[in-house]
């Protein structure tokens, strides 16, 4: 977000093989809640808890004043009215979104939340986004994090942004500093530090933000691997606590037909079996075709989901070999290829 003074957003195998070792529908990483509308937001800060209070949606409309508002349902909301026009602003017209933890003191239950960054397992979430063909936005993830474990107000810490996704001239806030390969991704690396004055009380933090050079409308991040880089560029401290993860849209211009279709997030994603296999040329993960289970089904290249035709887990063969993650030494035992490494290419 930006500098406002209330900032509220707040291998080689046959197809058998492979099918072998995926653990069918049990493998996702986050189980889809059941959806049942809860109704339209239009106030400029409304809010709602969904999914049993286990995530909030809120409208958070902080950027603008045209009267934008969302429909909110378990696991996400959509878009509805409000068509923003701040072309060429630097700071977007809000941040409508769901989330997890607390924000601004508007808490949801039951996630984990707070958690100090140096007691971290494995937090990870997965969004699926719905974007438009026209505006000027991003879809991305929004992290929070504070020197205290409850904080009521503006984080003093750092935000994370995550972009997944994005449309026009827009960038993040600051300044481009690098770039870094995670989670089978290039991601441009932002940074800025920002502050805000309310109530007469300075409040500064640190914004890091990841852009995905190859964009996708689903994502699941391990958020670990993203605080680990966030930490060894000083941007992050481990004896900070993370307050809140949240997924949604930043508008500039546009705005209806934007939404979240299924969110969620586990403070401890390895307790979940099983994991995509990422080709890092093509940044493709290895799929089974039209969600096939029978033998001879083609495993392909395809884009990321993290649906349960892309989990895989390592299972015993004929030979009694197993594959392990291990060091890289470049040898014979580590290479692999694929002959297409384009979307949709069959293995």
Same mark, same amino acid.
């Given at each position: 977000?930006?500098?406002?003074?209330? /900032?509220?957003?707040?291998?080689?195998?046959?197809?058998?093989? +492979?099918?072998?070792? +995926?653990?069918?529908?049990?493998?996702?990483?986050?189980?889809?809640?059941?959806?049942?509308? #809860?109704?339209?937001?239009?106030?400029?800060?409304?809010?709602?808890?969904?999914?049993?209070?286990?995530?909030?949606?809120?409208?958070?409309? &902080?950027?603008?004043?045209?009267?934008?508002?969302?429909?909110?349902?378990?696991?996400?909301?959509?878009?509805?009215?409000?068509?923003?026009?701040?072309?060429?602003?630097?700071?977007?017209?809000?941040?409508?979104?769901?989330?997890?933890?607390?924000?601004?003191?508007?808490?949801?239950?039951?996630?984990?939340?707070?958690?100090?960054?140096?007691?971290?397992?494995?937090?990870?979430?997965?969004?699926?986004?719905? #974007?438009?063909?026209?505006?000027?936005?991003?879809?991305?993830?929004?992290?929070?994090?504070? #020197?205290?474990?409850?904080?009521?107000?503006?984080?003093?810490?750092?935000?994370?942004?995550? /972009?997944?996704?994005?449309?026009?001239?827009? #960038?993040?806030?600051?300044?481009?500093?690098?770039?870094? *390969?995670?989670?089978?991704?290039?991601?441009?690396?932002?940074?800025?530090?920002?502050?805000?004055?309310?109530?007469?009380?300075?409040?500064? *933090?640190?914004?890091?933000?990841?852009?995905?050079?190859?964009?996708?409308?689903?994502?699941?991040?391990?958020?670990?691997?993203?605080?680990?880089?966030?930490?060894? !560029?000083?941007?992050?401290?481990?004896?900070?606590?993370?307050?809140?993860?949240?997924?949604?849209?930043?508008?500039?211009?546009?705005?209806?037909?934007?939404?979240?279709?299924?969110?969620?997030?586990?403070?401890?994603?390895?307790?979940?079996?099983?994991?995509?296999?990422?080709? !890092?040329?093509?940044?493709?993960?290895?799929?089974?075709?039209? &969600?096939?289970?029978?033998?001879?089904?083609?495993?392909?290249?395809?884009?990321?989901?993290?649906? *349960?035709?892309? !989990?895989?887990?390592?299972?015993?063969?004929?030979?009694?070999?197993?594959?392990?993650?291990?060091?890289? *030494?470049?040898?014979?035992?580590?290479?692999?290829?694929?002959?297409?490494?384009?979307?949709?290419?069959?293995?």
């Amino acid at each position: 977000m930006r500098d406002l003074p209330r /900032w509220l957003r707040h291998g080689a195998a046959t197809t058998a093989g +492979l099918l072998a070792t +995926l653990l069918l529908g049990a493998l996702s990483l986050v189980t889809a809640p059941s959806a049942s509308a #809860t109704g339209p937001l239009c106030d400029q800060y409304g809010s709602a808890p969904v999914s049993g209070g286990t995530y909030i949606v809120q409208n958070n409309e &902080w950027g603008d004043t045209i009267g934008q508002c969302i429909n909110a349902f378990d696991g996400g909301f959509t878009y509805t009215s409000g068509y923003h026009n701040l072309s060429g602003s630097p700071a977007p017209a809000g941040y409508p979104s769901i989330y997890a933890g607390c924000h601004w003191g508007n808490c949801s239950s039951g996630n984990g939340l707070p958690q100090q960054v140096s007691s971290f397992t494995n937090p990870q979430s997965h969004v699926d986004f719905t #974007t438009t063909g026209d505006g000027q936005w991003d879809a991305a993830y929004d992290i929070w994090f504070d #020197t205290a474990p409850h904080p009521t107000g503006q984080n003093n810490g750092a935000e994370l942004m995550i /972009w997944a996704d994005h449309a026009g001239p827009p #960038t993040p806030y600051g300044r481009q500093v690098g770039t870094v *390969w995670l989670e089978g991704a290039n991601w441009d690396v932002w940074y800025g530090p920002q502050s805000s004055t309310n109530g007469g009380v300075t409040v500064t *933090w640190n914004t890091v933000s990841y852009v995905r050079q190859q964009p996708v409308h689903s994502l699941t991040v391990n958020i670990k691997d993203f605080t680990n880089d966030s930490k060894a !560029r000083g941007y992050l401290q481990p004896s900070w606590y993370m307050t809140s993860v949240q997924a949604g849209f930043e508008p500039w211009v546009g705005g209806p037909g934007l939404g979240v279709k299924n969110f969620s997030y586990t403070p401890d994603g390895s307790a979940a079996t099983g994991g995509a296999i990422v080709g !890092r040329q093509s940044g493709c993960c290895l799929d089974l075709s039209e &969600w096939g289970s029978a033998d001879g089904t083609p495993a392909q290249l395809w884009d990321c989901s993290g649906d *349960w035709n892309q !989990r895989w887990t390592a299972a015993g063969s004929t030979n009694g070999s197993l594959p392990q993650i291990w060091d890289c *030494w470049a040898t014979a035992n580590q290479l692999w290829s694929h002959p297409n490494p384009l979307r949709g290419a069959h293995a």
